[in-house]
């Protein structure tokens, strides 16, 4: 079984920073691309941020500046560091992880963490 584990919401002020983590553990031999979604009510997941396991990252363009994604590969471990936050990035926070095996890529998800911004 392969667990997401995710940490670092809350509540915080507009222009303020938050740090989410999320550590993958379990069956997760040929793990691989992990990244950032989010999901406001009534809204779709959207993907926030990947990163490759090389360190190749890619960010929705809401956020490109003022997010930034990174992984140590050696703890399994994904973050993203939210800074200039603003109330439109309020949302659920989804850690996402994609495992390989034998060709077959395999997505896997966090439950997720709020993330809420006040003006």
């Known amino acids: 079984q392969v667990q997401l584990v995710e940490s670092g919401g809350g509540l915080v002020q507009a222009g303020g920073s938050l740090r989410l983590s999320c550590a993958a553990s379990?069956?997760?031999?040929?793990?691989?691309?992990m990244g950032w979604y989010r999901q406001a009510p009534g809204k779709q997941r959207v993907l926030v941020a990947g990163i490759s396991i090389a360190g190749s990252a890619n960010y929705a363009d809401s956020v490109k500046g003022r997010f930034t994604i990174s992984r140590d590969n050696a703890k399994n471990t994904v973050y993203l560091e939210m800074n200039s936050l603003k109330p439109e990035d309020t949302a659920v926070y989804y850690c996402?992880?994609?495992?390989?095996?034998?060709?077959?890529?395999?997505?896997?998800w966090g439950q997720g963490t709020q993330v809420t911004v006040s003006s």
């Open positions: 996402n992880a994609d495992l390989l095996d034998s060709g077959v890529i395999r997505r896997h």
């Open positions: 379990g069956s997760i031999f040929g793990l691989n691309v």
